[in-house]
């Protein structure tokens, strides 16, 4: 593999947010990964942020569109589009010397999954896709040296994905993947709300809940929360106070599911190792992350020390930044995807 050049892109191309790191110059970008298309002609009206404040406003002409469904691509052309517009935005347009990118994707990813990044992030102007599994690059971008002969674990929570690896020596010795992350756990606050209370709230409402609100552990001091939505019963707007702790009881299953996993890795994870992450602890990275309460929930559940990491949500896009700066050191964990894994190492 040469050597990286200035302009070449460290992507995380996540369900709900895209970040760009350039070589020698840090994050450039920090967008939701969203965009409004106009129905009919197919024209690309607004992209990142400007896309995300139409949400519920936008006229029927307007389809607001989410093209990373669970980690992966769902909308190859949105996403080719988009992504067109965004390296105009920080590299601008090349036809010579166009970069080269590190893409995370997420442990589990298919091979058509695999390809679909490839295919697209090279359509939209990448002269050639390197891929890094995402756990792997939010590893690295937490500040972890996964070159050393040391057990390290990192428990990534998207969006759309949960991601979990455990490193050492510079490889992924145990991976898993689960389609599971703060969408779903805004599914289950609004599931609780229709079910406990009879009120209808919408996925965005569920998310501003989630963030101001939400904690995977009772809080000692419960907090106050206006809920707006539709009644079930009658279709009325209705306003309630609620108190912050039942969300807590709204993602118990979803955090369940997280847990469970974690010990299967455990499970599979190498004695020698397993003592060494008993020491360091578990490293959550992603905007899940940030859950209230999370770190210590997980500890308890598993009975091993947690801890977050400094930027949880540009972990993996700084990750693959650190590929870039330094490829010889990261050689082991970048794969060159083009006829299928059983040609890899």
Known sequence: MGLFHSSDIGL????????????????????????????????????????????????????????????????FDATERMLTLFFNRIVGSRIFFKPRAVVAVPSMATEVEKRAVIETTEGAGVRYTFLIEEPVAAAIGAGIDITEPKGNIVLDIGAGTCDMVVTSMGKAVVHDSLRLGGDKFDA??????????????????????KIAYASAYPRSEELKMDVRGRSLGGG?????????????????????????????????TPPELAGDIATRGICLTGGGAQLYGLDRYIAEQTGVPCWVA???????????????????????VLYDYRRGDYYED
Do not use: W
């Open 188 to 209: 289950a606050i609004v599931r609780y709300l229709k079910r406990q209370h009879g009120v209808v709230v919408g996925l965005n409402a569920a998310e501003q809940l």
């Open 310 to 332: 400094e930027d949880p949500v540009a972990c993996v896009a700084i990750g693959c930044g650190k590929v870039l700066e330094d490829p010889k050191k990261y050689d082991g």
């Open 12 to 75: 995380d191309l996540g369900t709900s947010n895209l970040l760009a790191y350039i070589r020698g110059k840090g994050i450039v970008l920090r967008e939701p990964c969203i965009a409004a298309i106009e129905r009919g002609t197919g024209k690309m009206v607004a992209i990142g942020q400007e896309a995300k404040d139409l949400v519920g406003r936008a006229p029927d002409n307007l389809l607001i569109v989410r093209p990373m469904q669970d980690g992966v691509i769902s909308n």
């Open 236 to 268: 009325l707007p209705v306003a309630l106070e609620l108190g912050s702790n039942e969300l807590t009881y709204a993602l118990a299953e979803p955090l369940h599911d997280i847990t469970e996993a974690l010990k299967d890795a455990f499970e599979q």
